[in-house]
């Protein structure tokens, strides 16, 4: 069974530009996470969706962040404009539904803002 | 939301039995117990999850008290190659990462 894909794997870009992170979840998993996790710390979700709705976003910042789940599978996270701060992992991770199950992450999306 | 605490670092040598401890006061009835260990540039990888008393899996160990407050891992027998961070969490649908508990193996 295939993981969670998610590409591109490394992104260096300068600050002020955009970026967008794809992921693709496990087959038939209905809930998908965007987390972002900086250096020496543990991932921080930034949103969660539930099919293609977002079910839980406050720790998105909106301002500059956005993301969606067309036909609740693949997902796109982007940033628009970059700041210096964003410089971080973008981990992707699903789960199917139910309770108890598992969350499974992708190896995540490195991304260095100069 | 159930937070968790857990030692920041541990040492320990190969061979040994490593037991990491993981505080979770305001565990919820409907929370499962979670653990996960992440190497450098690699994403969490799910190690065992538990609701209640011991969960055994081919990696390790997951004892849980009655009062569910606390949970330890318990990674039997510690290779170099066990050498990562090790999160403890709390919740169903919704999982909250700590610092977790960067172990380190020594030869």
């Known amino acids: 069974e295939a993981g969670v894909v998610q590409s591109p794997r490394y992104k260096i870009i300068e600050k002020k530009q955009p970026v967008a992170f794809w992921c693709n979840p496990i087959?038939?998993?209905?809930?998908l996470y965007w987390y972002r996790q900086n250096l020496g710390q543990g991932p921080e979700l930034l949103i969660r969706y539930e099919n293609e709705e977002a079910v839980d976003d406050s720790q998105l910042p909106k301002d500059r962040f956005s993301a969606e789940r067309l036909k609740g599978v693949d997902s796109t996270l982007k940033i628009q404009p970059a700041e210096l701060g964003d410089s971080a992992v973008y981990l992707c991770?699903?789960?199917?539904?139910?309770?108890?199950?598992?969350?499974?992450f992708g190896e995540g999306s490195w991304l260095t803002v100069v | 939301l159930a937070k968790t605490t857990q030692p920041i670092s541990m040492d320990s040598y190969e061979g040994q039995e490593v037991n990491i401890t993981c505080s979770h006061n305001?565990?919820?009835?409907?929370?499962?117990i979670t653990w996960y260990q992440q190497f450098p540039s690699q994403g969490p990888r799910f190690i065992i999850q538990g609701y209640k008393t011991k969960v055994t899996n081919e990696v390790a160990s997951l004892f849980i008290p009655a009062d569910r407050k606390s949970s330890t891992l318990s990674l039997p027998r510690v290779s170099l190659s066990d050498t990562a961070v090790y999160y403890c969490?709390?919740?169903?649908?919704?999982?909250?990462f700590g610092t977790g508990t960067r172990l380190t193996v020594i030869p």
């Open positions: 969490l709390v919740g169903d649908k919704f999982l909250f």
């Open positions: 991770a699903s789960r199917p539904g139910g309770t108890g199950n598992t969350i499974y």
């Open positions: 087959s038939g998993h209905n809930t």
């Open positions: 305001n565990i919820a009835t409907n929370d499962y």
